[in-house]
């Protein structure tokens, strides 16, 4: 069973400040996306990263890939309030079929 | 285009009660999903279906149903609902499961008695 761990589970850092959320994941796959949950919502796509050595960057966001490692981190460069939600990052197990497996998520909260 | 919906929004339920959970898309997507999402557990896979008539089961399949007898359809039935399937319900479809992220609707919210 493929094994997608997210830390830390629970993030609360201040306005302009960088951090780092950190996605590792138990078996071989080079897809693997994330997404953001504001409270009571859906979920909204934020990357998608195919290859290794992905990197994608929208806004203050940037995620990266390395497939070799197992391992994706999702970058917050001088977080604003706006960012605060919980991140979730999951993966493709193409070896088991059709089936993507999520992390726990990440809740973060940017304080003013 | 409306996208993934679902209905209903939310939905209480008696245990051994049964019902369906209904979820439309109308971006002529193949690949569709149900998943359940239940607090500190991110979200599981219930069940899938890559196309018309083909369904599989998920991680989570246990106590649910599904079909696919159109592309824009993809039903999700508790057969005898128990206070364990209290979540949220969400589903999701994508053009293919190849490089492409999943769109999701808004969600159910389902409490079992």
């Known amino acids: 069973e493929l094994k997608v761990e997210q830390n830390p589970l629970f993030l609360s850092m201040q306005e302009g400040k960088n951090y780092t959320i950190y996605c590792n994941y138990s078996?071989?796959?080079?897809?693997l996306y994330w997404y953001r949950q504001d409270p009571g919502k859906s979920l909204e796509s934020l990357f998608v990263?195919?290859?290794?050595?992905a990197v994608k960057q929208e806004g203050r966001l940037m995620a990266s890939l390395d497939t070799k490692a197992r391992l994706s981190t999702l970058h917050i460069t001088a977080a604003v309030h706006d960012l605060s939600a919980t991140y979730f990052c999951?993966?493709?197990?193409?070896?088991?079929?059709?089936?993507?497996?999520f992390g726990t998520g990440t809740s973060l909260t940017v304080i003013p | 285009n409306a996208g993934v919906t679902q209905t209903p929004k939310f939905q209480v339920l008696k245990t051994g009660q049964s019902m369906t959970l209904q979820c439309a898309q109308d971006?002529?997507?193949?690949?569709m999903s149900w998943y359940r999402q239940d607090p500190g557990m991110g979200l599981r896979l219930i069940h899938y279906?890559?196309?018309?008539?083909?369904?599989d089961q998920g991680e989570v399949p246990n106590g649910y149903n599904v079909s696919r007898s159109t592309t824009e359809d993809f039903p999700l039935r508790l057969l005898s609902a128990a206070p364990s399937q209290t979540s949220v319900y969400f589903c999701?479809?994508?053009?293919?499961?190849?490089?492409?992220?999943?769109?999701f609707g808004p969600g159910t919210r389902l409490l079992v008695l």
């Open positions: 999701a479809s994508s053009y293919s499961r190849q490089q492409e992220t999943q769109y």
């Open positions: 078996t071989t796959s080079d897809r």
């Open positions: 990263l195919l290859s290794n050595g």
């Open positions: 999951a993966v493709d197990g193409r070896k088991t079929g059709n089936q993507f497996y």
């Open positions: 971006m002529n997507h193949e690949y």
């Open positions: 279906s890559v196309g018309a008539g083909i369904t």
